[in-house]
């Protein structure tokens, strides 16, 4: 070290000391010069509401066909209704919507495929796959036209880049629906928002159905130091040239990207969750550069190890207790516990139906529940004293609960 540079470094010690000791009295200063009436309302209470509200309400302004199966709705805010902007969100984040769907009120989680720059100029966009007796996507498909009011929560989810955390190059892992979140961040860094690369591998099971793929190839071309692309198909012809064929495993991701170094972002099914997970460990990654969107609400729990056999074909009784009224009513084994409360039209709240979020945290007072092993988001003490998330709960034998305070009975 130079002289000049240790004095540098002594002389900034010192001044950063000095402002220490200075602080109590700059502060007292403040304090007599602040106005004696007290203000109406608190700045970072304003901030804090208008990005965290407790819901928005939103009117759908566009309806476009993405693919055969899927299509992207765009959000604005419902200014009658009385949102009068969109809250901001970092990309990869979701939005739970609220619905009435026959009479039940349910939520579904779905990510935000714009970016947060989209958000700034008024609008959301999300895209949503019909699924096949899809209870909540053949309610959309039928009713979600332009000017159709819509509520949803304020943007959820943990699966954003972070400079304190991730590394500037990110690889996204995506099957089919689950390229949405990604989108969002590939645009955010393509325009200059993040600042990182990110090398997107998207699985997919029909051409069909690839979603934003001749978006991604002109990000790619015009960005090719910020976005690439990798396509992997695991139909039996495949027409596309370029692109990878089979499932997405661990071969492909070591050629892709660097298991050594990168950060590492999935989303998709479940299965995919579990298999592209271990192929990333077995690569050496460590899970601190590992990041999931919310695991999803499971469909078949029989197939994880540890679900007691027969539950699955099997009708349990569950009394509740909500607003003052106790009534009784059935689940069946191979469906969560919010299910059924749902179509029992109850509305416990609830947001990412994966058991992350803590919206639906209810009191078990009897009988057993099955929680599955990547969705048990309880903190220890809630596990301990017999709290239970009904997303992500199974009943196992009858059950007694007693709902939140902010659970409603629907008629």
């Not at 796959?129 to 209870?135: A, I, S």
């Not at 077995?282 to 695991?295: D, K, N």
């Not at 469906?335 to 994966?354: F, I, N, T």
Request: net charge positive; glycine share 10%; hydrophobic share 35%.
């Amino acid at each position: 070290m130079t002289a000049k540079q240790l004095k540098i470094k002594v002389k900034g010690t010192l001044r950063d000391l000095l402002a220490f000791k200075n602080l109590a009295k700059k502060r007292m200063q403040r304090f007599r010069k602040a106005p004696a009436t007290r203000y109406s309302s608190l700045h970072v209470n304003d901030l804090a509401a208008r990005l965290h509200p407790a819901s928005q309400n939103l009117v759908i302004k566009e309806v476009r066909d993405e693919t055969k199966s899927s299509r992207t709705f765009t959000l604005a805010a419902d200014r009658e209704a009385g949102t009068g902007e969109i809250a901001y969100f970092q990309a990869g984040q979701y939005l739970s919507i609220r619905e009435t769907v026959e009479g039940c009120a349910i939520t579904r989680p779905y990510s935000i495929a714009s970016s947060p720059a989209d958000a700034l100029n008024g609008f959301y966009e999300i895209t949503i796959r019909k699924t096949d007796k899809g209870f909540f996507t053949g309610h959309v498909w039928e009713h979600w036209k332009v000017g159709r009011k819509v509520v949803a929560s304020a943007p959820m989810g943990q699966m954003f880049y972070s400079p304190l955390r991730d590394s500037r190059r990110i690889v996204a892992v995506a099957g089919g629906s689950g390229i949405t979140p990604f989108r969002a961040m590939a645009r955010e860094i393509c325009a200059g928002g993040i600042d990182a690369s990110l090398r997107l591998i998207y699985g997919c099971s029909d051409e069909g159905d690839i979603m934003f793929i001749d978006e991604f190839r002109e990000m790619a071309k015009a960005h090719p130091d910020r976005f690439s692309f990798v396509l992997v198909m695991s139909c039996d012809e495949v027409t596309l040239e370029g692109c990878e064929k089979g499932f997405i495993t661990g071969d492909i991701i070591a050629r892709h990207s660097d298991p050594g170094s990168d950060s590492y972002f999935l989303c998709g099914p479940d299965l995919m969750y579990d298999f592209v997970t271990r192929e990333l460990v077995s690569l050496g990654v460590p899970l601190r550069r590992l990041r999931r969107e919310a695991y999803g609400e499971i469909k078949n729990p029989s197939r994880f190890t540890g679900y007691p056999s027969g539950a699955e074909g099997k009708t349990y009784s569950i009394v509740v207790h909500g607003r003052g009224k106790t009534e009784t009513i059935t689940a069946r084994g191979d469906e969560s516990v919010l299910v059924a409360l749902e179509r029992a039209r109850y509305a416990p709240p609830s947001a990412c139906r994966s058991g992350e979020c803590q919206f639906c945290r209810t009191l078990l007072l009897k009988g057993d529940v099955w929680v599955g092993p990547e969705s048990d988001g309880r903190r220890e003490a809630d596990r301990r004293n017999g709290y239970i998330h009904p997303c992500a709960s199974f009943p196992v034998s009858d059950l007694e609960l007693e709902l939140p305070t902010a659970g409603t009975r629907e008629g």
